[in-house]
């Protein structure tokens, strides 16, 4: 079990700047994030776009501004629980009890929900068999390139993605990617680079091709593919990966007892609390009259709720407010020397 004083759900723009906020005011944090990186979806869904409106930076992308926010919480140090999706929250006395899809426990006086539009989830296999041997044959993103090694690998999927992972993989797996349609979507160049090692023999393309069934008892062994006029092949493998892009669920948040407003969570604009004591809601995720959703949104309403997270945290202490320009308290948490 993992204590903290605050629990951040998303590690997105909005998720990591509570974490500076939190941190300035003495209180320690951990972030928990379903993606298997931090960023929210800056990262996912615009790395490379120019954004114009974040203030003091005429011009970021969404990859400078994460990388940005983490350089400004370097100082505390925070744990990043990725590939982790929070399940269950439940009261214990004064604290939460958090548990995560990997049966990670947390236990903290404050929840901060910065979950945006809800749970990034990949899109998965509808065959039947696929729900069966998921994480056990068949997977949705990669932790570890090195399981597939000398082993045969069947990757679906036309996005960057898909051609991405068959590319780097065909330099140690026998691979096939199979697509449904004739053409890829991803990178010309990948595109380009995948159909010429499959002239060289080091991968094989199977299009347009979908996946039929899968076969095996406890372990995959092959899987049948359909072509679009009605022709099915039978492929030999070990390992299925499926890159079909990702859906934007609400997911568990839903189940939380907390009050809903069309897939948002309504907030008391003084704190940015919910409806139930200790959990906030900030960014994205959160409605309220006036709400915009944009990042600096986001960064306004986390000060407000890291300052109502230091009462819970800390009941027999006084907040006091203090600039970072001036206060020694402040610049010392940030690990500035007298001489900086
Ligand atoms: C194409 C595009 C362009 C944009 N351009 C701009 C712009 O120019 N300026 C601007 O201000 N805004 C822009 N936005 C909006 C901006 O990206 C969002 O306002 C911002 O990302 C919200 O940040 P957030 O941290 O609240 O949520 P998100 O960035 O959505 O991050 C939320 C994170 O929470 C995680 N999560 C959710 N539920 C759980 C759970 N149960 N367990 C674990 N993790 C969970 C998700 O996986 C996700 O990573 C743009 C958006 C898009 C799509």
Same mark, same amino acid.
Not at 63 to 89: A, D, G, M, Y
Not at 276 to 294: M, N, R, S, V
Not at 312 to 333: D, H, I, V
């Given at each position: 079990?993992?204590?903290?004083?605050?629990?951040?759900?998303?590690?997105?723009?909005?998720?990591?700047?509570?974490?500076?906020?939190?941190?300035?005011?003495?209180?320690?944090?951990?972030?928990?994030?379903?993606?298997?990186?931090?960023?929210?979806?800056?990262?996912?869904?615009?790395?490379?776009?120019?954004?114009?409106?974040?203030?003091?930076?005429?011009?970021?992308?969404?990859?400078?501004?994460?990388?940005?926010?983490?350089?400004?919480?370097?100082?505390?140090?925070?744990?990043?629980?990725?590939?982790?999706?929070?399940?269950?929250?439940?009261?214990?006395?004064?604290?939460?009890?958090?548990?995560?899809?990997?049966?990670?426990?947390?236990?903290?006086?404050?929840?901060?929900?910065?979950?945006?539009?809800?749970?990034?989830?990949?899109?998965?296999?509808?065959?039947?068999?696929?729900?069966?041997?998921?994480?056990?044959?068949?997977?949705?993103?990669?932790?570890?390139?090195?399981?597939?090694?000398?082993?045969?690998?069947?990757?679906?999927?036309?996005?960057?993605?898909?051609?991405?992972? $068959? #590319?780097?993989?065909?330099?140690?797996?026998?691979?096939? /990617?199979?697509?449904?349609? *004739?053409? %890829?979507?991803?990178?010309? @160049?990948?595109?380009?680079?995948?159909?010429?090692?499959?002239?060289?023999?080091?991968?094989?393309?199977?299009?347009?091709?979908?996946?039929?069934?899968?076969?095996?008892?406890?372990?995959?062994?092959?899987?049948?593919?359909?072509?679009?006029?009605?022709?099915?092949?039978?492929?030999?493998?070990?390992?299925?990966?499926?890159?079909?892009?990702?859906?934007?669920?609400?997911?568990?948040?839903?189940?939380?007892?907390?009050?809903?407003?069309?897939?948002?969570?309504?907030?008391?604009?003084?704190?940015?609390?919910?409806?139930?004591?200790?959990?906030? $809601? #900030?960014?994205?995720?959160?409605?309220?009259?006036?709400? /915009?959703?944009?990042?600096? *949104?986001? %960064?306004?309403?986390?000060? @407000?709720?890291?300052?109502?997270?230091?009462?819970?945290?800390?009941?027999?202490?006084?907040?006091?407010?203090?600039?970072?320009?001036?206060?020694?308290?402040?610049?010392?948490?940030?690990?500035?020397?007298?001489?900086?």
């Amino acid at each position: 079990m993992i204590k903290t004083d605050v629990l951040v759900i998303g590690a997105g723009p909005v998720g990591i700047f509570v974490v500076q906020q939190l941190g300035l005011i003495g209180l320690k944090a951990e972030v928990v994030d379903n993606l298997d990186k931090i960023g929210g979806q800056c990262i996912e869904l615009y790395p490379d776009k120019p954004i114009y409106d974040i203030p003091a930076l005429p011009l970021c992308t969404g990859e400078s501004l994460t990388k940005n926010l983490l350089e400004q919480i370097k100082p505390f140090k925070t744990n990043f629980h990725l590939n982790e999706r929070v399940q269950e929250i439940i009261k214990e006395g004064n604290n939460w009890k958090i548990t995560t899809s990997g049966k990670k426990v947390f236990l903290a006086p404050n929840i901060v929900i910065a979950g945006g539009v809800g749970s990034f989830e990949p899109r998965k296999f509808s065959v039947k068999e696929a729900e069966k041997f998921e994480n056990k044959g068949i997977f949705y993103s990669i932790k570890d390139k090195n399981v597939f090694k000398d082993k045969k690998v069947c990757i679906f999927g036309g996005g960057d993605s898909a051609l991405d992972w $068959a #590319i780097e993989l065909s330099k140690f797996a026998e691979i096939t /990617l199979v697509h449904r349609r *004739s053409e %890829f979507r991803g990178a010309e @160049l990948s595109a380009t680079t995948a159909r010429q090692l499959e002239k060289e023999g080091k991968l094989k393309i199977k299009t347009p091709f979908q996946i039929q069934t899968i076969e095996g008892k406890d372990k995959i062994s092959g899987i049948t593919i359909l072509s679009e006029d009605g022709k099915t092949e039978k492929i030999e493998t070990d390992y299925i990966l499926g890159f079909f892009g990702l859906i934007m669920k609400l997911g568990p948040i839903a189940e939380w007892g907390l009050n809903l407003e069309k897939k948002t969570i309504p907030v008391n604009t003084e704190n940015f609390q919910t409806n139930k004591e200790g959990i906030f $809601a #900030i960014g994205d995720i959160c409605t309220y009259p006036g709400k /915009l959703k944009l990042i600096l *949104s986001g %960064f306004h309403e986390g000060a @407000l709720a890291a300052r109502a997270c230091f009462k819970l945290a800390r009941p027999n202490e006084k907040y006091r407010f203090e600039f970072t320009t001036t206060s020694k308290t402040l610049q010392g948490r940030l690990g500035i020397k007298k001489s900086d």
